[in-house]
Structures are given as C-alpha cells and as structure tokens.
C-alpha cells in the first residue's frame, strides 16, 4: 500500500520547513505521485544532492513503501 | 570493498554510458526505466545496460554504491548522473546532450 499525499508533504516539510511542496497524484490511486518542492536548503546544490534531500527527508520510504515518486527541486526566486 | 561494490565500480568504470535499469532496452519493465532509455535513445549514444531484475545483488548494492533508493540510475564516465527524472530535467534543458558531448561519448552503431 502507498502513502497519503499529505503525509508525503509532512515529511517533507518537516525536514525541510521552508519548503513549498505541491504534490500531484498522477494516477488517482494513492500509489503514483509527482512532487515539486522548492526550498533555499537546494542553493548550490547538484540535482542529484537537491533529490537526496528529500529521499532522506522520505526516511526510506523511496523504493520501498512509496514506489512512484517523480521529483522536480527548484531553489526559490 | 565488498565484492558487489567491486563488481558495480568494474561496471560504471568499464562502460562510458550504463543505466542500470528493470528489463532490457528491448524490453523495459518498469515506466520509469522505459523512459530512460527513450531519452537514450534519442539522444542516439552507445550506451551499456544491466537489468537489476536479473541480479539480486546488485539491485540492492546499487542503492547504496550511489545513494540513490531507486532504479534506474545513469552513469556516465564513472559518474553517477542521476535517475529518469533529472534524465528528463537534464534533457530537456539541453544538459545531457551537452554531458554526453563533453564526456566524448560514443554515437549509437
């Protein structure tokens, strides 16, 4: 089973509390998200570290629990 | 060093573009891993592939050899470059194209 949505969010946020975190269930099934998040922690940062990031902000569940997850960053304007 | 970190380091050193992916180009088995080898394609260069799905070992020592938790991971020139969606943020903005240009990579046969 997938995780809610706003429980992504949570997780995220909790990590990174500055950032602004739109998720979207791509299928409408509770399994198949994109998540955007936009946050100043990313600044100087390769894309592959922006994404580790939020894995780690995800404590594992990437892979595993949570199966779908296509990941956009962006650093705030 | 364990031996499936020594086997993986044998693999992203001895090829110059791998994706380690589910399935085969031919044959994908798995969305994301279907799109990455798309974007491959397009961009026309020679690449290697190992299907995770057929080796255990390696399906799990990669996460940890890139710390990365998902399948599939691109490398190029013994560098890990990312998953299918910072392949397709790459592509998109023109980046991997110029990646695989700098890194003299070879065109497709």
Same mark, same amino acid.
């Given at each position: &089973?997938?995780?809610?949505?706003?429980?992504?969010?949570?997780?995220?946020? $909790?990590?990174? %509390?500055?950032?602004?975190?739109? !998720?979207?269930?791509?299928? /409408? #099934?509770? #399994?198949?998200?994109? $998540?955007?998040?936009?946050?100043?922690?990313?600044? /100087?940062?390769?894309?592959?570290?922006?994404?580790?990031?939020?894995?780690?902000?995800? @404590? @594992?569940? &990437?892979? @595993?629990?949570?199966?779908?997850?296509?990941? =956009? =960053?962006?650093? %705030?304007? | 060093?364990?031996? =499936?970190?020594?086997?993986?380091?044998? !693999?992203?050193?001895?090829?110059?573009?791998?994706?380690?992916?589910?399935?085969?180009?031919?044959?994908?088995?798995? /969305?994301?891993?279907?799109?990455?080898?798309? +974007?491959?394609?397009?961009?026309?260069?020679?690449?290697?592939?190992? #299907?995770?799905?057929?080796?255990? #070992?390696?399906?799990? /020592?990669?996460?940890?050899?890139?710390?990365? %938790? =998902?399948? %599939?991971?691109?490398?190029?020139?013994?560098?890990?470059?990312? @998953?299918?969606? +910072?392949?397709?943020?790459?592509?998109?903005?023109?980046?991997?194209?110029?990646? &695989?240009?700098?890194?003299?990579?070879?065109?497709? $046969?």
């Amino acid at each position: &089973m997938g995780m809610a949505a706003d429980d992504i969010a949570a997780m995220i946020r $909790a990590a990174l %509390p500055d950032a602004e975190v739109e !998720i979207t269930d791509l299928a /409408g #099934d509770g #399994d198949h998200y994109a $998540a955007h998040v936009v946050s100043a922690a990313f600044a /100087g940062k390769s894309r592959v570290a922006q994404h580790q990031l939020v894995y780690k902000a995800l @404590g @594992g569940r &990437m892979g @595993g629990e949570l199966h779908a997850l296509q990941l =956009t =960053t962006a650093v %705030p304007n | 060093m364990s031996d =499936t970190n020594s086997r993986i380091a044998e !693999i992203v050193n001895g090829n110059d573009v791998v994706l380690f992916m589910k399935g085969t180009p031919l044959f994908p088995q798995c /969305g994301f891993s279907s799109r990455a080898i798309a +974007i491959l394609d397009h961009l026309g260069v020679e690449y290697a592939s190992v #299907d995770v799905l057929q080796d255990m #070992d390696i399906r799990q /020592g990669i996460k940890s050899f890139s710390d990365w %938790p =998902t399948i %599939p991971q691109l490398y190029v020139k013994g560098e890990f470059v990312g @998953g299918s969606d +910072i392949m397709m943020e790459m592509f998109e903005a023109g980046e991997l194209q110029q990646l &695989m240009t700098e890194a003299e990579v070879k065109p497709a $046969a």
